[in-house]
Antibody, heavy 121, light 107 residues
Framework: QVQLAESGGGVVQPGRSLRISCAATGFTFKNYGMHWVRQTPGKGLAWVAAITSDGSVMYYEDSVKGRFTTSRDNSKNTLTLQMNSLRPDDTAVYYC??????????????WGQGTLVTVSS | DIQLTQSPSSLSASVGDRVTITCQASHDIGNRLNWYQQKPGRAPKLLIYDASYLEAGVPSRFSGSGSGTHLTLIISSLEAEDFAVYYCQQYENLPWTFGQGTRVEIK
């Protein structure tokens, strides 16, 4: 079955960088668009970024554009989110999410367990 | 951005009750709406996609209806395992957005 395992979360100071990763198993990774969704107690669920199945096109939510970069390695079945210039309001649980279809049909059919990113001095 | 407003924000219900949750969109989203269930400490789980299609493995007591700006999730007969938070999510326009959630609690 589909499994998505995030790693790399932790505590980081404002302005610093962090990279989180997602290892995908149980499906043909290279055939599916992938997404990052984050969740905070105060603001609920929020889509953050997406990448097409071949890694050629990425989409970002405005508040992370220019600071976050998502990429994928289809030979290693791995998705990555590089987060730079982190701010306290980036504090959240970050989920790696598989899309059910092409990336612009954003149906989130499988989710990882999430990794907590805390931005604090 | 398309805003999704769920109502109610929370509700108390008993096992066997019929539960209706609505999702009001700020713009016409057609049928480009999904519903998710989230239990404490767990990731969200897809229940309904394209407004009315049941995800594989999801019990038939869950159903979705509506289109445009007013969409609905119905649980026909609530079971103990259904106490959770439910979210709607649109994919008509970027950025894809979620409703604020509806908490279903035990009465």
């Amino acid at each position: 079955q589909v499994q998505l395992a995030e790693s790399g979360g932790g505590v980081v100071q404002p302005g610093r960088s962090l990279r989180i990763s997602c290892a995908a198993t149980g499906f043909t990774f290279k055939n599916y668009g992938m997404h990052w969704v984050r969740q905070t107690p105060g603001k609920g669920l929020a889509w953050v970024a997406a990448i097409t199945s071949d890694g050629s096109v990425m989409y970002y939510e405005d508040s992370v554009k220019g600071r976050f970069t998502t990429s994928r390695d289809n030979s290693k079945n791995t998705l990555t989110l590089q987060m730079n210039s982190l701010r306290p309001d980036d504090t959240a649980v970050y989920y790696c999410v598989k899309g059910e279809r092409a990336v612009l049909t954003a149906i989130f059919d499988s989710w990882g367990q999430g990794t907590l990113v805390t931005v604090s001095s | 951005d398309i805003q999704l407003t769920q109502s109610p924000s929370s509700l108390s219900a008993s096992v066997g009750d019929r539960v209706t949750i609505t999702c009001q969109a700020s713009h016409d989203i057609g049928n480009r709406l999904n519903w998710y269930q989230q239990k404490p400490g767990r990731a969200p789980k897809l229940l309904i996609y394209d407004a009315s299609y049941l995800e594989a493995g999801v019990p038939s007591r869950f159903s979705g209806s509506g289109s445009g700006t007013h969409l609905t999730l119905i649980i026909s007969s609530l079971e103990a395992e259904d106490f959770a938070v439910y979210y709607c999510q649109q994919y008509e326009n970027l950025p894809w957005t979620f409703g604020q959630g509806t908490r279903v609690e035990i009465k």
